[in-house]
């Protein structure tokens, strides 16, 4: 059984830096094509980030170099570090995991999914 348990959200005002993580099990991450999206009210859910099994890191067009992803292999766990926050960054954030290795944005194509951690950007 996959489970994918994100953490890190929270309240930050604007210029801020947070660290998202999300702990793995029942998937290795590093042989996963995982991902990182995120949704406000109101909106779809939007592509943020992913990293392949080659450690390859790819982002959404906003993201604009302010997000980092990363995982570490022995801890199973993905990262999201965000750094000079705006406020419509504000959302729900979720891990997610493909059931294939190839890169998607979309998230119809992902099978695993964690409950999402809060995010709220105050200005």
């Known amino acids: 059984q996959v489970q994918l348990v994100e953490s890190g959200g929270g309240l930050m005002q604007a210029g801020g830096s947070l660290r998202l993580s999300c702990a793995a099990s029942g998937r290795t991450v590093s042989t996963s094509f995982m991902g990182w999206f995120r949704q406000a009210p109101g909106k779809e859910r939007e592509f943020v980030a992913a990293?392949?099994?080659?450690?390859?890191?790819y982002y959404g067009s906003f993201v604009k170099g302010r997000f980092t992803g990363s995982r570490d292999n022995a801890k199973n766990t993905l990262y999201l570090q965000m750094n000079s926050l705006k406020p419509e960054d504000t959302a729900v954030y979720y891990c997610a995991a493909r059931g294939r290795r190839d890169y998607s944005a979309l998230p119809s194509e992902y099978a695993y999914w964690g409950q999402g951690t809060q995010v709220t950007v105050s200005s």
């Open positions: 990293i392949n099994t080659n450690g390859v890191t």
